[in-house]
């Protein structure tokens, strides 16, 4: 972990980055978070934090080190808002990140809950699910190489979701529709196509 950040360094050179992060709660995750704390306080990183981690792995960081991450990024959308995950971080003072807000164009842009809701403010269902997300207190970094993407991904701070409008989004969570793995059965199920493919 240590050669990884100062590697990232010189491919990037700068002598810091704002965030490091450790992408899952794989293997010896707490010797690389020990090891990021070490280039946090050498400077070499203005913050560090997690992504896909749950709150029991966030347990076993403090009980190791210490320090909480500032930051936590998960999946999180309309579709799967995992409170959980998210009381945690609230109690802990972690802010949460989304990856993936938009689930890769997936079927909550075509939700007829949320293809309402964006008629009635004269915007796209992925401007209002961002909007979702910032109201929601979360950091969404939407990926587009669309310049008009882009540019309509930023302008959600000219409206406002009602209370019920909100609790209407949040409900849909019930659909728990994941674009990505999930991080407790991920390691198993790579497991298991290993074997199937006589890898292992």
């Not at 293997?27 to 934090?49: F, L, P, T, V």
Request: hydrophobic share 40%; aromatic share 10%; net charge negative.
């Amino acid at each position: 972990a240590k050669a990884s950040v100062d590697e990232s360094l010189r491919k990037l050179k700068t002598d810091y980055v704002d965030l490091l992060l450790i992408h899952q709660p794989f293997n010896d995750y707490y010797g690389s978070y020990r090891a990021m704390e070490e280039a946090y306080k050498a400077g070499k990183a203005r913050a560090i934090g997690v992504s896909n981690f749950y709150p029991q792995h966030m347990d076993v960081l403090y009980q190791e080190t210490g320090v909480m991450p500032v930051v936590d990024q998960i999946e999180t959308h309309p579709y799967l808002h995992q409170n959980v995950v998210i009381d945690y971080c609230r109690k802990h003072n972690i802010f949460v990140e989304a990856w993936s807000p938009l689930m890769v164009g997936g079927e909550a842009m075509r939700d007829p809950v949320i293809v309402e809701i964006a008629d009635k403010h004269g915007k796209s269902p992925a401007q209002t699910i961002l909007r979702w997300h910032t109201q929601n207190g979360f950091a969404v970094i939407p990926k587009s190489a669309n310049e008009g993407r882009i540019k309509e991904n930023l302008n959600i701070f000219d409206f406002t979701l009602t209370d019920a409008e909100m609790a209407a989004m949040n409900a849909l969570t019930k659909k728990n529709i994941r674009v990505g793995d999930d991080p407790l059965t991920y390691r198993f199920k790579l497991l298991a196509q290993l074997k199937e493919e006589g890898l292992v």
